[in-house]
């Protein structure tokens, strides 16, 4: 028998344990464990029926009966977070995550002081915080997985099989660039041997489409809008509509999303200034009725107080860029709009603004500037999907008379 303080602490610490990360277990379960606190207290002990009752009155229905297929992403998230919890109180260890194991393994001396060499590099090259440690995690996970003391051309090939087969495309090709260039840097510290560089691929298939984005129509739009709206069956709900709201009418990267800041919002201009993340320049939007009145309301009624960040998680901490994608994924996925092949996201939203501003003749520059780019040839690529003007410039064919 445990309180529910106790359970929820024994159940933190046993997750810990198994490998999943304070990040993982706070945002996945924790948050989801105190609402039961809520209601019935710390002190009250633990009864599984706690889990069903409040799961039905929540989501007015029992998802625990409900064909999984059937159930939103945020219903599944309550389900995994609330069968945790009950195993606990039963006293039924957690299965060591499989990536856990494998994080434990630790780099040798000589190859850990090569990659902190290469990033030391990256770093006096001006790549960002971001960059550095996006190469450092995926540099270092390759060099486990290899053996890098004992690297050889015949590992180097299974290696290679194995996330191609295993991987897309784009995260394929993303990931062996990036390797190549640390494996020239040690082949140019004498650490490697030449036949390693020869047999990495240094030329890739780039025909994966992405030159032409995936975008939704303002009608498409309008109906994810009036879909995520009424779909209040979700943790803060307010905020996530408010998200949903900035990004598809202004087209903002998720990264100047996460990083907005309460003062950033001028009321008496109607503007929200910022210094965008990713080219540390300067950007303003126009903070129209529709964007200005749901962050509004966001505010009055769910955002915590003590934070500088307008759009925070339940402990006042800002939103990450995952969490965020992770909203507007389960929005597209309950919305009535046929998907179909089409990539979906806050990314899509983006392009779809670009495309719909250019299929309504607005010039390259202003998109640029809608987009907060400083080229006009950032915004090249969605000229090639203004498909129905691009029709009206094919010619027609030559009518032949028979003779």
């Known amino acids: 028998m445990y309180t529910l303080k106790k359970l929820i602490d024994k159940t933190y610490q046993e997750l810990l344990d198994s490998g999943l990360s304070n990040k993982t277990v706070y945002s ?29 009155k929540y989501f007015k229905k029992d998802i625990f009966k409900t064909n999984r297929t059937d159930l939103s992403t ?35 001396s000589n190859s850990s002081k090569i990659l ?22 995926r540099i270092k996970k390759f060099m486990i997985v290899i053996d890098f003391d004992n690297i050889s051309v015949e590992k180097c090939i299974q290696y290679l099989n194995s996330e191609k087969a295993r991987t897309s495309n784009i995260e394929y090709i993303i990931r062996m660039r990036l390797i190549r260039k640390f494996l020239i840097f040690c082949y ?32 498409e739009i309008k109906s994810l809008l009036d879909a995520a709206k009424k779909y209040k069956c979700e943790d803060n709900h307010l905020r996530n509509y408010a998200i949903l709201v900035l990004l598809a009418y202004s087209g903002i990267r998720i990264s ?100 719909n501003l250019i299929n309504k003749s607005v010039d390259l520059f202003s998109v640029a500037n809608v987009l907060g780019h400083s080229s006009i040839d950032c915004v090249n690529v969605y000229a090639k999907v203004d498909l129905n003007n691009l029709k009206k410039c094919v010619l027609e064919a030559p009518y032949i008379c028979e003779n």
């Not at 001006?126 to 960059?131: A, D, F, I, K, V």
Request: one cysteine or more; aromatic letters at 12%.
């Open 74 to 108: 945020n219903e599944k998230r309550y389900i995994i977070a609330f069968a945790r919890l009950s195993q606990s109180s039963k006293d039924i260890p957690f299965k060591k995550c499989e990536k856990f194991i494998k994080a434990q393994k630790k780099l040798s």
């Open 116 to 137: 902190d060499e290469y990033i030391n590099n990256c770093i006096n090259d001006g790549n960002s915080e971001n960059t550095i440690n996006n190469k450092y995690e």
């Open 28 to 56: 996945a379960n924790w948050y989801i464990w105190n609402r039961l606190v809520r209601i019935h207290g710390d002190d009250a002990i633990f009864e599984e029926n706690m889990i069903y009752k409040y799961c039905f």
């Open 256 to 355: 100047d999303v996460t990083n907005l800041k309460l003062g950033d919002i001028n009321w008496r201009e109607n503007t929200i200034m910022f210094v965008q993340h990713k080219t540390k320049r300067s950007h303003s939007i126009p903070l129209i009725p529709e964007i200005g009145n749901s962050i509004i309301e966001y505010i009055i009624n769910e955002r915590h107080k003590g934070s500088s960040y307008l759009f925070t998680k339940e402990n006042g901490d800002h939103m990450t860029s995952a969490s965020i994608t992770t909203v507007i994924n389960n929005y597209f996925c309950i919305s009535p709009i046929d998907i179909g092949e089409r990539h979906y996201g806050p990314h899509a939203l983006r392009h779809s603004i670009a495309t």
């Open 188 to 219: 140019s510290r004498q650490v490697i041997s030449k036949e390693i560089i020869i047999v990495w691929p240094d030329t890739f298939s780039m025909n994966y489409g992405k030159n032409i984005p995936s975008v939704y129509s303002t009608d």
